[in-house]
């Protein structure tokens, strides 16, 4: 499978954004999908992950209250819903997939697939 990350930019702190991932491939809906970040400097961390028909839902603490992780399965994408933006949520985006059928996923190793990035950048 394929994925195509979209969505990035710069917006003011307190703003909103929304990522889009597009999966190519009929098997989208059989996996666990997720969202990880990769700041400058740092080492990539997951953001967010959901099953594969969207019953279940993971936030990273810093994600919680402020991100929305959605999926449709009918159009073969992923979603990240952004808001209340900071300027400490400035990183790389990533959208991965899990095709091993994990719980949870949240480590690296444990996705099969990457996306290329989208670029988020909050000023203050």
């Known amino acids: 499978v394929q994925l195509q990350a979209s969505g990035g930019g710069l917006v003011q702190a307190g703003g909103s954004l929304r990522l889009s991932c597009a999966a190519s491939?009929?098997?989208?809906?059989?996996?666990?999908m997720g969202w990880f970040r990769q700041a400058p400097g740092k080492e990539r961390e997951f953001v967010a992950g959901?099953?594969?028909?969207?019953?279940?839902?993971y936030y990273a603490d810093s994600a919680k209250g402020r991100f929305t992780i959605s999926r449709d399965n009918a159009k073969n994408t992923l979603y990240l819903q952004m808001n209340s933006l900071k300027p400490e949520d400035t990183a790389v985006y990533y959208c991965?997939?899990?095709?091993?059928?994990?719980?949870?996923?949240?480590?690296?190793?444990?996705?099969?697939?990457w996306g290329q990035g989208t670029e988020v950048t909050v000023s203050s």
């Open positions: 959901i099953s594969s028909g969207g019953s279940r839902t």
């Open positions: 491939g009929r098997t989208f809906s059989s996996f666990f």
């Open positions: 991965a997939a899990d095709q091993a059928g994990n719980w949870y996923p949240r480590r690296l190793n444990e996705y099969d697939y």
